[in-house]
């Protein structure tokens, strides 16, 4: 494929790799300005392999790993790093990640998921009144630090299936934070809206000028801080991240905050363990074909409630209602086109949305802490539950919408728990990559709200920059129990894993058990809905990767039916109002990254609402 960047030799950076047996040399392209809102994209085909990430920096890192003869794996570090310091609102090294690994003939699941710190309790987010402060309250500071978790993971994985040396993965992302990278104008417009950055000292000097005012698109910025953290990483490994300097600097500022301090402490960052896990994998029939959908157990409630909306709907007469209203020979955007699924359909898939999200409020926790119904997780996707749950849809035309739903009861004994109240769910971004050797990788990473619990550190570097700890202890409930003193299964203790939402996902047929797409999405909880819709879109309606993503998005979370604003007719909003559904139309920003099988080769979707490419040979 044709490259689209321009490129500067970095000899200097290559000689700390100068030992290593064909070292990997990265030229740092020339920086395009990408628009903000929604940018119709192409699709991309390729032949070799393929990577897809949210920037286009951080692709083209990753694909020149990818073409210097490094593994999936190799380019997924490459991507994170960069990603770092060009995305620090969505992830980063001081957040958490899951990842699905694909060698072809076995899947793995690696959680790297954050922790809760040893010195907390149930209540860390209840104010003194008793009663769960308000979210910001919580998550701007220290207090809802957890210990980060992507980069040792990203080193487990690189050790069992790395290519290229470890050092040299950080060489992109060392490059552009020497030499400055151009802010993309989704990085400047949320800089400008965000209420909360400025009060981070660290963070005002860095990103903001004397006057307040954030930087523009397209301003040059440097990161030293985070260059001179990298280089150590790079050399020493991820223990440089849970020992020495780096962690002091994360304990100091997490500890040290002045109205709003954590409990995170050096024990906690040295005592992190990387959780290799039993992928989740699930049979789906749709149209002619069978395929097995594999995904992260929890504590990622993703791959168990995409299944189940996926295993409701085909209990349902969804696929005997028209595929996509006006999608017949259409490629590549339907922005404003008015190509959108029917009215039907989305009752169908709305109610589906609101028991698969009953369910997850009542059951899904760490696994370390939390029994799962009927003693396995699968019970929430066995074909007779959810065939049971089918039934409480009412498909008949004019059926009502049940407007929220109940939770089920999968297993033999019913759960002690309580339901988890609504909270709000942030950030993320997606990494989907296919390397030459077979080898596929689907991972989200991520920092919780944007730029997380807005305190920047330098690593204690004492330079300029850094990066961005996460807020990911909000994603527990934030009351332990409910209002008769039932435990919550999402609730807050001492080194558990918060519940998670992200959908890493790797299709593969069921017969041949070969590859057919690697995807998944950011989005906070909406996330479920976003890869649902990839997954409908692509193994249903017979829509490439990239008309898949481009479909606008919609879900519930058991409550409000929820469409993408500006996406659908009246007449569809008024159709589902008729069934009785409360519907609102806002924003739903998707990240959608997805990579299919092609008889000859590859094709790779970005989503237009993000400022993501597909690159590969």
Request: charged letters at 15%; hydrophobic letters at 40%; a neutral charge.
């Amino acid at each position: 494929m044709k490259r689209l960047l321009t490129s500067v030799a970095l000899a200097s950076l290559l000689a700390a790799c100068a030992t290593a047996p064909a070292p990997f040399v990265y030229t740092a392209p020339a920086q395009p300005e990408g628009a903000s809102g929604y940018t119709p994209k192409p699709g991309w085909a390729t032949t070799k392999f393929a990577v897809a990430a949210a920037n286009p920096l951080a692709t083209d890192a990753g694909f020149q790993v990818l073409r210097a003869g490094g593994s999936a794996i190799d380019a997924a570090v490459a991507v994170q790093m960069v990603l770092t310091l060009v995305e620090p609102q969505s992830s980063g090294i001081g957040g958490g990640a899951f990842m699905l690994h694909s060698t072809g003939s076995k899947v793995e699941a690696f959680d790297g998921r954050e922790t809760a710190p040893a010195g907390v309790d149930g209540n860390l987010f209840m104010g003194a009144d008793g009663k769960p402060m308000a979210f910001f309250d919580g998550v701007v500071g220290g207090r809802a630090v957890g210990v980060p978790g992507v980069v040792k993971m990203l080193e487990v994985a690189h050790q069992q299936y790395g290519k290229l040396p470890w050092a040299q993965l950080f060489i992109p992302a060392i490059a552009l934070a020497e030499s400055g990278f151009k802010v993309s104008p989704r990085l400047a417009m949320q800089l400008k809206n965000d209420a909360h950055l400025k009060k981070d000292p660290a963070a005002a000097a860095y990103y903001f000028s004397a006057d307040g005012s954030s930087l523009e698109p397209g301003t040059l910025l440097k990161n030293p801080a985070l260059a001179e953290v990298l280089r150590q990483i790079a050399t020493k490994g991820a223990s440089a991240m849970h020992e020495g300097s780096i962690a002091q600097a994360m304990v100091k500022k997490v500890q040290g905050h002045p109205t709003n301090p954590g409990k995170l402490s050096m024990s906690d960052l040295s005592g992190y363990q990387v959780k290799k896990r039993e992928p989740l994998c699930s049979d789906y029939f749709a149209a002619h074909s069978a395929y097995k959908i594999c995904g992260m157990p929890p504590p990622s409630s993703g791959a168990i409630a995409v299944g189940q909306i996926l295993g409701m709907l085909a209990n349902t007469n969804a696929a005997t209602l028209p595929p996509v209203e006006g999608m017949s020979g259409v490629a590549g955007s339907v922005m404003g086109s008015g190509q959108t699924p029917s009215a039907d359909w989305l009752h169908l898939y709305t109610e589906a949305s609101r028991l698969a999200f009953a369910d997850r409020a009542q059951y899904l926790g760490d696994p370390d802490f939390v029994t799962a119904p009927g003693g396995s997780w699968m019970s929430l996707l066995a074909p007779d539950y959810l065939a049971a749950r089918a039934k409480l849809i009412a498909q008949q035309p004019g059926g009502q919408s049940m407007k929220t739903a109940n939770p089920g009861v999968p297993g033999p004994v019913k759960t002690a728990y309580a339901p988890m109240p609504d909270q709000p769910e942030f950030g993320t971004s997606h990494i989907s990559i296919i390397d030459a050797f077979g080898n596929a990788i689907s991972m989200t990473s991520t920092v919780e709200d944007a730029f997380g619990s807005r305190q920047l550190t330098d690593g204690g570097t004492g330079k300029a920059g850094g990066f961005f700890l996460n807020n990911e202890l909000t994603d527990f409930s934030f009351a332990p129990t409910d209002a008769e003193g039932k435990p919550i299964a999402n609730r807050v203790q001492p080194g558990k894993r918060p519940r998670s939402s992200m959908a890493p996902t790797l299709v593969f047929d069921k017969t041949t058990n070969q590859l057919v797409m690697t995807g998944g999405s950011m989005g906070g909880a909406l996330i479920i809905h976003h890869t649902a819709k990839l997954l409908y879109g692509t193994l249903n309606w017979g829509l490439n990767a990239q008309q898949a993503i481009d479909l606008p998005n919609f879900g519930s979370l058991n409550g409000p039916s929820l469409l993408e604003e500006k996406r659908f007719s009246p007449a569809t909003v008024e159709a589902l109002r008729a069934r009785g559904a409360e519907v609102r139309e806002q924003n739903m920003n998707s990240g959608l990254q997805a990579i299919q099988k092609t008889d000859k080769g590859f094709f790779g979707g970005a989503d237009p609402r993000r400022e993501g490419v597909v690159l590969g040979d």
